[in-house]
């Protein structure tokens, strides 16, 4: 099944399984790529349709999970039940330096735990007498963030007016952040409220909070990283190349950043930003505020990363310039040997991926520079400039599917067999049963990094161990009975 008609008689066969309603519904979300589009042809950021099976998350999850979670050296409150917080407590593995409950609560779960009484009453005062308790356990450290659950915003409960109360008393910056789950259609609507909780808690007071470390002077290579969590310790390799050529990281927002590089963003020359999806509205922002330049770039396999490193040294002068040429001619004979050994394993292996942020498009040239080939690919949470961006990394007759749902997507990989789904933990088990490899692309399957060229060497050996394993030989499929 290698045509495009192929592959969309397949997609019209797949929707023939809803009723017509969710059938016009869906198939705006579905489509074949053909030379000359622009956009994937597909429909985003839409409301999941009713009763379909989702993999999407909350606006929660992506205010408390994504953003504002990994800055490691404040208290995040997750103000509502329990369940939420506990679902959320190191689920995604961004890696920091420091010490768990002196400088560092990454890892660590603050809820209020609400109870009957709270939904009847009110939780406000709860929350007045957690930040009251957390600042007796842990006075080192530097603030508080209260990210609200559903019922917070369903009785109404002022978490700002607690916050200005708090803050003042403390003298530490405590950011109300109204992400209630039910609000938007995703995830993505969580990072867009913790993005414009930075524009109006943090940033107005940047001058207020920030801490210049002994000896910081300003200086013209000076740099953010947006939007990398360090999953597997990810953003540590981004880091050591971005130094390498030459230039000065001042702030991870937020995978192992603290608060003060938060605050001190405002000073960099220009921000580079790896999850475009969660982080662009804040690089929108200090653009028209500071006139700080934003740009996106791609550290997956040797090819992008070349690339990207080019980009960003274009934005300097001929010295980072240089040094980039110089970084990236270090690691070529290295690159060369990987591929050399992994890609005859690996050649003409196809891939069927499905996940959030920018992997769906982002990881398509890592597959490429092992002579893999993406066949299908979609994101849970995308929006159409996603979509626009992806249209650059794949080839005529890729499959895309936005939201996919769970029917959906097992039915297209029974059909396209791939060698291997890339897609997230709700979707492993249902494949591994279906005796299809498969790689766990939100948080790497407890493995990482798998940014920059040391992240590339540990990619292509999971990818290996899992495509090549020997154990996909005693399963039988169900298709296969």
């Not at 770039?297 to 300097?316: M, V």
Request: aromatic share 12%.
């Amino acid at each position: 099944m290698t045509t495009v008609e192929d592959r969309k008689a397949l997609v019209q066969e797949v929707l023939e399984a809803y009723p017509d309603k969710a059938k016009k519904s869906r198939s705006k979300h579905l489509n074949v790529t053909e030379e000359g589009d622009s956009d994937c042809g597909v429909k985003s950021n839409k409301k999941s349709v009713p009763g379909v099976m989702t993999t999407r998350g909350c606006a929660y999850a992506g205010a408390k999970g994504v953003v504002w979670g990994p800055v490691k050296d404040m208290i995040h409150i997750s103000h509502g039940p329990v369940g939420c917080g506990y679902y959320s407590w190191s689920g995604r593995r961004n890696y920091y330096i420091g010490t768990t409950g002196v400088d560092t609560f990454g890892t660590m779960q603050f809820t209020s735990d609400f109870q009957e009484r709270d939904i009847v009453f009110g939780g406000d005062k709860k929350l007045d007498k957690l930040i009251d308790e957390l600042e007796v356990l842990f006075p080192l450290s530097k603030g508080t963030t209260i990210e609200s659950e559903c019922p917070v915003g369903l009785i109404g409960d002022d978490i700002e007016a607690v916050a200005k109360k708090k803050a003042k008393e403390y003298g530490k910056p405590v950011v109300p952040v109204r992400c209630e789950g039910f609000r938007g259609v995703s995830q993505s609507l969580g990072h867009h409220i913790a993005n414009d909780t930075v524009r109006d808690w943090v940033l107005p007071k940047a001058d207020e909070y920030r801490q210049l470390p002994e000896g910081y002077e300003p200086g013209p290579y000076d740099v953010n990283i947006i939007g990398d969590y360090n999953i597997g310790g990810d953003a540590w390799p981004s880091r050591l190349l971005l130094e390498a050529i030459g230039l000065r990281v001042i702030c991870q927002f937020s995978g192992d950043g603290t608060f003060n590089e938060v605050v001190m963003t405002p000073l960099a020359k220009l921000n580079l930003i790896h999850c475009y999806r969660s982080m662009n509205y804040i690089c929108r922002f200090m653009e028209e505020k500071y006139g700080i330049g934003w740009l996106e770039y791609n550290f997956f396999g040797p090819t992008q990363i070349a690339k990207s490193l080019r980009k960003i040294a274009e934005q300097f002068d001929e010295t980072i310039q240089e040094k980039a040429e110089q970084v990236i001619a270090s690691y070529q004979a290295r690159m060369d040997a990987l591929i050399e050994k992994y890609r005859p394993r690996l050649e003409g292996k196809e891939v069927m991926m499905m996940v959030g942020g920018l992997r769906p498009r982002h990881v398509i040239p890592a597959f490429e520079d092992l002579g893999m080939k993406v066949i299908g690919t979609g994101y849970e949470f995308g929006h159409g400039d996603d979509y626009k961006r992806t249209a650059d990394y794949v080839s005529e007759g890729t499959v895309i599917y936005d939201d996919v749902s769970g029917f959906e997507f097992e039915e297209l990989a029974k059909q396209l067999k791939p060698d291997l789904i890339a897609a997230g933990i709700k979707e492993k088990y249902v494949f591994q049963k279906m005796a299809l490899p498969f790689r766990q692309m939100h948080s790497w399957d407890y493995s990482g990094p798998y940014h920059g060229y040391e992240g590339f060497e540990v990619f292509a050996r999971d990818m290996d161990l899992a495509i090549n394993n020997p154990t996909w030989g005693l399963i039988n499929a169900p298709w296969q009975k």
